[in-house]
């Protein structure tokens, strides 16, 4: 052993070191690459070694090898060996190796799961920290699920060091593993306000990040925020925040009101550039949000844009760039301000600067008016012509493209002018947005009718000047013109004035050489052309030019019949077959013209981009069912052919998989897209937003009338130019004659009209050159409007779109199901496996239970050592005890979400003030009623019965009854919601100290253990049946619309390891209650569940019924088939259940003020019953939150042990209960207008009590 | 977020590449080439933002870089940080590198690589902002070092004293001098 040992340390002598690499490889600058090669084979041994420092030194080089671009995936595991030394210098160095090339595909990081919480549960607090930093670049789902919990408690830890790592690296947590959000969520919440101000940075940076893709679930955090804003003096975390309240006004305009002064403070006293430029930014969104709602603010946006113009008129290029940036901003609402800057954005379009120019040239785009566009587009094209790169090139043809065709070619008067253009665009070399021209040439050609004759002529030109186009390079993007070139001579071709020789230039051998795509297209519309010179010389009756036509067609078309294209391929020999025929017919004098142009009868008609997507669905269309069921697994297998040459990809057996592999649908849809691109009968229109819907048929549509002071006809390449001259003289005479007929006028208030001529010309002023048609793209009769098509299904964020509110406030909130506790160390985690059942299968190998109660006494000491500190500092003391609550929380037999049950569970009228503090905080500004709905989160809708009271935004003032006083003192309230916190914060501590007790741990420290205790996780989900196959919990809730319906949401959980499918869920109706089927269903019919169950999945179903009478309970007979479908069988099961319908399930949450609720008690039409309850050992607030939650009730009002509550029935019903509690006895008085529905009500209150 | 961090010299040679959303080794490769395509033929007297585009990322990204010496820095970030503070974060990471290596040069960053990425480490992770409080990083970094001293280092005392020996044998010790003299200029990187 001892001589192993000396050996290695004598090989490592000659062990080149990271610097003896980096200098070899400068010397060996001729032959680096075989330098490195003999490197990395020295590294290989190296690895091989069992010296750890010297696979620690190998893997430092590989890192810098990495750097260089060689791929060093293939060290991977010898990284991970690195990673789990014990020292810290060469843990630091996998650590940093692993950052830096592993990833979600590399297989070995699933063995780093224990190290890495080894780790993370160092005492060394730079391990801890080298390992977050790592986790931070390479985290995956698995890691994310396995960790997440051990990252949460280290957010707590005692050093602001790892704290602050632990915050951040949260956020990649939630990306990963978005179910963590909700669990983490209020602590990460807590480090808002952390001592340190490292750790506040972080946290808020963090939820920043997390706000800007989905900004309305933080809104309620805005009061925080604010308070940060005006208390920080750290620029960083000061730019975040106003970052992030930028993109919280838009939701919600009092905010942004309440912003503004604080902000123009900031903007004066502050010198950071960074922190003032975000200032105004954060002002422009401001300013915006409350210019929808309220009128004129026009002069604040004045301000602003004139600061901006200060900055793009500084020296200082950044400042310049980010002005011009934040008043693209202003663009979008308030173009009028802008375009008075006309001058200066022009003149930045000068700019030396490309980023300036960039940005110069997104202004333009707000620019435009019919009078202008033609100067500006002129300037643009001098710019083309002088451009360097081809990305600034490429960049200014789509702004070009952009600004000419917005908002449904609204600026353009003349539409020669535009062909023009984009003729002239043709000439550029080497863009890449050929498809673009080609596009814009197709819309204006099918859309603008009176175009058409000019646009074929010009594109006749184009295809005859082809050569010019395709030139050199045969990758050359532009020679996607000669696509729509093609198409639109061929669609149009009776417009040509020389059909024959368009189509003799379509059909030269040079064509061959062009994109398969676009010579399918040539061959095609040669076709078209062939019919309209057949016709032409029919009618003159030249019959031998015909057969000349027809015998031209024969003598090209067979260079397109041997394309290597299969399109091209099939096209040219079906054309070529039938001119063949044609000729035939010919030679025997028949008139055929008629009937070949009868082939291409019709015209084409624009359709909407998303007119396809917005067809409904016929009922009953299920393409995701099977027509025939597929073949099981082994008879397939038999059937499988031999293959003949090779390997045949096993694409045939794809329908076979349950799944399609997503990326291969990605794939496809792609390929479909791109192919309707290019497919001229699916026409692109431009980004319009005004879409006029009165869908005319073809023979409505105006012809439009040309101006004839334009010539018809440019000869050769159309210069865009003359246009600008014609249209100025146009201009110029139609102003003249205007003068002198309003001369006049004029004379007669000279005062007043000279004002409204010298500002921006006025639009009406412009005549067009051509009266306009667009013709509206075509919808399906029946389109549904849907808009939100354009999210990206793929984003990360989207799965962090979580409604936060109601575990923040608590109040007859969703509670964290059990399902959302986060996973507690398991021993080795399936891969594939649900965290949910995880859970259920979870046991602890007695492993880690070693590991954890090591964990454990180490964690008393600390305990102990902060108590005695806590004698010198109370304040401190605090803190530190919620650390020790979080470390017991890591214990893997207390449930981890312990303490944001409690939170959920805490008293309601304490925390209602919470709830609404948002709205009370907002509700010191003026308040325009139309905004407050925002406020209201959209919230899933098995929350939403629950929420409604918090949400009910109308007089949140009222629901909390002891804020009413105090309203006008916000300072005041916020004193008392802090007493309120550190009472609970109290309150929570001690209940640790109770379940430290109860875990046998911990010795009883503080004597007296609190009366208060926590409500289990409430649930209003009941177990509804259960089979060894599938479990059934369902919930009943009633609505506000329909007094007759309830919906009962159940969820099916696939228990078994099979898959379940053709769910029927059937009910047995009675007299009252039925359920709802749909139309043209028996009333025994089942209802299929919408979807199916892959193992060890659940999902939730809602069923709607319709019940008559509501006074009483009832329940109704059920049975749910379903087959059951493993690899070898598949069998058919039922279930039989009862749906319990109960008098609670009819009343839904409705907030009462206490005036109302006074007038209705005095009204005397209510009738009283009454109920005790013994032995209730709960605290009152408990109970009261358990009938909130539990029973559908609110609390108007509540004095010490007594409160008032309110409930309404889906039919109106109301129904007051008195609750008041006195030693263990709580006795409640109720009132209702329906005597046996109270009864009924009272008697589930009291089962309810009767089970606790 | 920060989506990558680059610095390369005026050449294009990568000197500390970190990414934080993964891409293949050769794709790196390629976006260190394109960028530097784009911020090499940029004057100094221009704006310090650039759009990169295709590059990385999309539209919503962007590239922010200083230029010092012979060395530029570039960060791509996305539009939820500040222009202007990632301008100033750069600037506190070069005065970090500064304060490290005792007027850092380029050649501070060829051979130590791996410290570089470890202060990085300290003022970026995982794509957000860790500190920007020179100090404390500095003192968080000298910690850390420390523990690697009290450790005994990577190389170890053994294998330092023998390598002037084994330098000795190798043939192209002359040769490693006088390129090394003449190839490699050593800037400061100055205006601090």
Not at chain 1, 1002 to 1017: F, I, M, R
Request: with cysteine.
């Amino acid at each position: 052993m001892a001589l192993k040992i000396v050996k290695g340390s004598i090989d490592r002598m000659f062990d080149k070191n990271l610097q003896d690499l980096v200098r070899g490889i400068r010397n060996h600058k001729e032959d680096e690459a075989k330098y490195i090669s003999t490197c990395i084979d020295e590294i290989k041994q190296e690895l091989k070694q069992d010296n750890i420092a010297v696979k620690a030194n190998a893997v430092c080089k590989l890192t810098y090898l990495q750097m260089l671009g060689y791929d060093v995936s293939w060290a991977a595991f010898n990284i991970v060996e690195v990673m789990s030394s014990s020292k810290f210098t060469f843990k630091r160095i996998g650590y940093l190796a692993a950052s830096q090339c592993f990833h979600e595909g590399t297989d070995v990081i699933m063995l780093t799961t224990n190290q890495i919480r080894k780790d993370l549960s160092s005492p060394n607090q730079y391990d801890t920290g080298v390992a977050l930093t790592g986790l931070s670049c390479f985290v995956t789902p698995d890691l994310a699920r396995d960790l997440a919990n051990d990252i949460m408690t280290l957010m707590s830890h005692t050093k602001p060091y790892i704290r602050k790592k632990a915050v951040l690296i949260m956020y990649k947590v939630f990306l990963k593993y978005p179910e963590s959000l909700r669990p983490a969520f209020p602590r990460l919440k807590e480090k808002l306000e952390d001592p340190d101000p490292g750790v506040q940075s972080a946290a808020v940076n963090v939820i920043c990040e997390l706000a800007r893709r989905n900004p309305k679930n933080y809104l309620s955090l805005a009061p925080l925020f604010f308070k940060l804003m005006t208390s920080s003096t750290n620029n960083w975390v000061l730019i975040k925040i106003i970052k992030l309240f930028g993109a919280l006004t838009p939701l919600e305009p009092r905010l942004g009101k309440k912003l503004i002064e604080p902000l123009t403070n900031l903007i004066h006293s502050t010198s950071a550039m960074s922190l003032l430029y975000e200032c105004v930014n954060t002002v422009i969104a401001v300013l915006i949000s409350l210019s929808s709602g309220m009128p004129n603010h026009s002069a604040s946006i004045q301000l602003c844009v004139q600061k901006l113009r200060i900055l793009i008129e500084d020296s200082d290029q950044n400042l310049k760039y980010l002005g011009l940036l934040a008043m693209s901003k202003i663009l979008k609402t308030h173009p009028k301000s802008v375009q008075s800057h006309k001058d200066l954005i022009l003149q930045c379009l000068d700019d030396k600067d490309e980023s300036i120019r960039l940005r110069a040239l997104d202004l333009l785009y707000g620019m435009v008016s019919k009078k202008n566009l033609m100067e500006i587009v002129k300037k643009l094209m001098l710019h083309v012509d002088k451009a360097e790169g081809t990305t600034y090139r490429d960049e200014l043809l789509t702004k070009i493209i952009d600004i000419c065709s917005q908002s449904n070619y609204q600026y353009i008067t003349n539409f020669e002018w535009y062909i023009s253009i984009l003729v002239e665009l043709t000439r550029l070399e080497g863009t890449r947005h050929g498809h673009l021209i080609a596009s814009q040439m197709l819309d204006v050609a099918i859309r603008v009718k009176a175009i058409r004759g000019f646009a074929v002529a010009q594109m006749a030109t184009l295809l005859d000047n082809a050569h010019l186009l395709t030139g050199n390079t045969q990758r050359n993007g532009i020679c996607e013109v000669l696509y729509a070139a093609a198409w639109i001579c061929g669609e149009f071709s009776e417009h040509l004035e020389d059909p024959m020789q368009t189509l003799e230039a379509m059909l030269r051998p040079k064509v061959a050489t062009l994109p398969g795509h676009i010579q399918a297209v040539y061959v095609q519309n040669a076709a078209k052309l062939f019919a309209t010179v057949l016709q032409k010389h029919e009618g003159e009756t030249d019959s031998q030019a015909a057969q000349e036509t027809s015998q031209l067609l024969i003598d090209r078309l067979p260079l397109f019949v041997q394309s290597a294209n299969l399109e091209v391929q099939e096209r040219a020999s079906c054309i070529l077959q039938l001119v063949k025929y044609i000729q035939k017919l010919q030679q025997k004098n028949v008139e055929v013209a008629e009937e070949v142009t009868a082939l291409f009868a019709g015209e084409l008609n624009p359709v909407a981009p998303k007119a396809q997507k917005k067809v409904p669905i016929p009922e009953g269309l299920d393409l995701d069912a099977w027509i025939n069921e597929p073949p099981s697994e082994s008879e397939s297998e038999d059937e499988k052919p031999k293959a003949v040459f090779a390997k045949e990809e096993p694409k045939h057996y794809r329908s076979r998989n349950t799944e399609v592999d997503e990326k291969e649908l990605a794939r496809r849809r792609e390929v479909r897209k791109q192919e309707q691109a290019n497919n001229p009968f699916y026409i692109k229109a431009s980004p319009s937003s005004q879409k006029v819907y009165d869908a005319p048929g073809v023979e409505h549509i105006p012809v439009v009338q040309i101006d004839l002071s334009v010539p018809l006809k440019v000869p050769g390449m159309p210069m865009s130019d003359q246009y600008l001259k014609l249209e100025e003289e146009r201009q110029q005479k139609e102003k003249a004659e205007r003068k002198k007929k309003e001369k006049k006028k004029k004379r007669e208030k000279r005062g007043k009209g000279r004002k409204a001529d010298s500002g921006p010309e006025s639009e009406e002023d412009i005549t067009p050159a051509q009266h306009v048609d667009i013709v509206t793209e075509e919808m399906p009769e029946n389109a549904l409007p849907s808009d939100d098509d354009d999210k990206d299904p793929n984003d990360p964020h989207r799965a962090l779109d979580i409604d936060l509110d109601n575990l923040l406030s608590g109040f007859s909130s969703r509670p964290l199901a059990d399902s959302e506790k986060l996973p507690v160390r398991t021993h080795r985690p399936e891969v594939l496996k649900s965290p949910a059942e995880d859970r259920v299968s979870e046991s602890v190998p007695p492993e880690t239970k070693k590991k954890s109660s090591k964990e454990k006494k180490e964690k008393k000491k600390d305990k102990e050592k902060d108590r005695k500190r806590s004698k010198e500092e109370k304040k401190k003391k605090k803190k530190h005890k919620e650390v020790e609550e979080e470390l017991l929380e890591s214990q893997p037999e207390e449930p981890v979400q312990s303490e944001e049950t409690k939170e959920a569970a805490a008293p309601p009228t304490s925390t209602s003030a919470e709830a609404s503090d948002l709205d009370f905080w907002l509700s010191s500004a003026p308040v325009p009623p139309a905004a407050q709905e925002v406020t209201v989160p959209s919230s899933a809708v098995e929350t939403s019965s629950a929420a409604v009271p918090e949400s009910e935004p109308d007089e949140p003032k009222d629901t909390e009854p002891e804020d009413t006083k105090s309203s006008k003192h916000k300072k005041k309230k916020q004193k008392k919601e802090k007493e309120e916190k550190e009472k609970k914060k109290k309150k929570r501590h001690h209940h640790h100290h109770h379940h430290g007790e109860a875990g046998g741990e911990d010795s009883v420290q503080n004597g007296t253990v609190e009366e208060e205790e926590p409500l289990p996780p409430m649930s209003n989900y009941s177990v509804l049946a259960e089979n060894s196959f599938i479990k059934m919990v369902y919930d009943i809730q009633g609505n506000h619309q329909d007094e007759s319906k309830v919906v009962v949401s159940i969820i099916f959980e696939n228990k078994s390891d099979s898959f379940l499918k053709s769910m029927e869920f059937n009910v047995l109706d009675s007299l009252n209650s039925k359920l709802q089927r749909p139309e043209g269903a028996g009333p025994h019919d089942g209802l299929t569940v919408p979807f199916q169950l892959p193992p060890g999945v659940s999902n939730e179903a809602r069923f709607v019924f319709s019940v008559q009478s509501i006074v009483m309970p009832q329940k109704l007979k059920g049975t749910l088939t379903f087959i059951v479908k493993s690899d070898e069988s598949s069998t058919h099961e039922k279930l039989d259940f009862k749906l319990h319908f109960t008098c609670t399930s009819y009343l839904i949450t409705t907030p009462c003020y206490s005036d109302a609720y006074a007038k209705l008690l005095e009204s005397g039409d209510l009738k009283g019953s009454s109920l005790r309850l013994e032995g209730i050992n709960m605290p009152f607030h408990h109970l009261l939150a358990r009938i909130c939650f539990h029973h559908h009730f609110s609390v108007v009002e509540r004095i010490d042990s007594c409160a008032s509550m309110y409930s309404r029935s889906i039919q109106g019903h109301h129904v007051c209960l008195l609750v008041k509690t006195s030693d263990q006895t709580v006795s409640i008085d109720a009132k209702c207008d329906e005597p046996s529905l109270l009864g009924n009500v009272l008697d589930e209150l009291k089962q309810t009590f009767s089970k606790c | 977020m920060i989506k990558a961090i680059l610095i390369f010299n005026n050449h294009g040679k990568p000197r500390l590449i970190r990414f934080y959303q993964y891409f293949a080794e050769d794709m790196q490769q390629q976006i260190i080439r394109e960028t530097f395509h784009l911020v090499s033929k940029r004057d100094d007297n221009v704006c310090n933002f650039l759009e990169g585009g295709s590059l990385i990322g999309g539209s919503d990204y962007k590239l922010i870089y200083r230029h010092y010496a012979t060395l530029y820095f570039v960060f791509c970030v996305d539009s939820s940080e500040s222009e202007l503070g990632i301008l100033d974060l750069i600037q506190v990471f070069v005065e970090t590198l500064d304060k490290c290596f005792e007027n850092v040069c380029e050649l501070d960053l060829i051979f130590h690589m791996d410290k570089v990425h470890y202060i990085l480490q300290e003022v970026v992770m995982g794509g957000m902002v860790l500190e920007t409080n020179m100090n404390e990083i500095v003192a968080q970094v000298e910690l850390q070092n420390r523990m690697e001293k009290s450790e005994g280092g990577l190389s170890g005392a053994p294998a330092r004293a023998v390598s002037a020996v084994k330098n000795m044998n190798l043939p192209e010790i002359p040769r490693n001098i006088n390129i090394g003299d003449i190839n490699i200029k050593v800037p400061s990187l100055s205006p601090f």
